[in-house]
Every structure is written in structure tokens, then in C-alpha cells.
């Protein structure tokens, strides 16, 4: 008899590795950068809308993610620091 797969296997076996995935994508990262920061200027407000919330989104980490001690009532500091390296 032969092996049957399941369902969620078959599934499975077309999907490239994660790490080969990013292998794959990360040489167009910086491209896709410059272009999220150039749509900030984009005459339509939408656009620009959309390039802030992704940038924001990945800039900023999740409040939910960060571990916060309920009793210490100090202020939540983020520094935003810019990049000089590629001017």
C-alpha cells in the first residue's frame, strides 16, 4: 500500500521554509523602506495615512507586548532615533 497524506500535509509541502523565505525577500527590504518613506509625502492623504501606520507599527513596539508593572506609575518613554548612516 502507499502512503496517504493528510490533507494539511499536502498543504505543507508546497511551503517554502520560513528562513528560506526570508533569505529569498530580504535583499528587496531596503527598497521597500525607501518606498514606504517616500509614500509620507504622497499628495493623498490615504497613501500617506497608510506609509505612517506601517511605519509607526514597526518603529513603535506594542504596548501590549511590553511588560508593564501596574504600580509604577511612571511615564512610558519612547526615543525615536533616526538613522544617519545612508545620508
Same mark, same amino acid.
Given at each position: 500500500m502507499y502512503n496517504k497524506r493528510s490533507? @494539511?500535509? /499536502?498543504?505543507?509541502?508546497?511551503v517554502p521554509k520560513r528562513t528560506n523565505l526570508? @533569505?529569498?525577500? /530580504?535583499?528587496y527590504a531596503p527598497k521597500a523602506i525607501r518606498r514606504v518613506v517616500n509614500l509620507l509625502d504622497s499628495k493623498n492623504e490615504s497613501v500617506a495615512l497608510g506609509a505612517v501606520k506601517v511605519i509607526l507599527d514597526k518603529a513603535i513596539p506594542d504596548l501590549k507586548a511590553l511588560e508593564i &508593572?501596574?504600580? &509604577?506609575? /511612571?511615564?512610558?518613554?519612547?526615543?525615536?532615533?533616526? &538613522?544617519? /548612516?545612508n545620508k
Open positions: 490533507k @494539511a500535509e /499536502s498543504k505543507i509541502q508546497g526570508y @533569505a529569498r525577500v /530580504s535583499k &508593572d501596574e504600580r &509604577d506609575t /511612571s511615564p512610558i518613554e519612547i526615543r525615536i532615533v533616526e &538613522d544617519r /548612516s
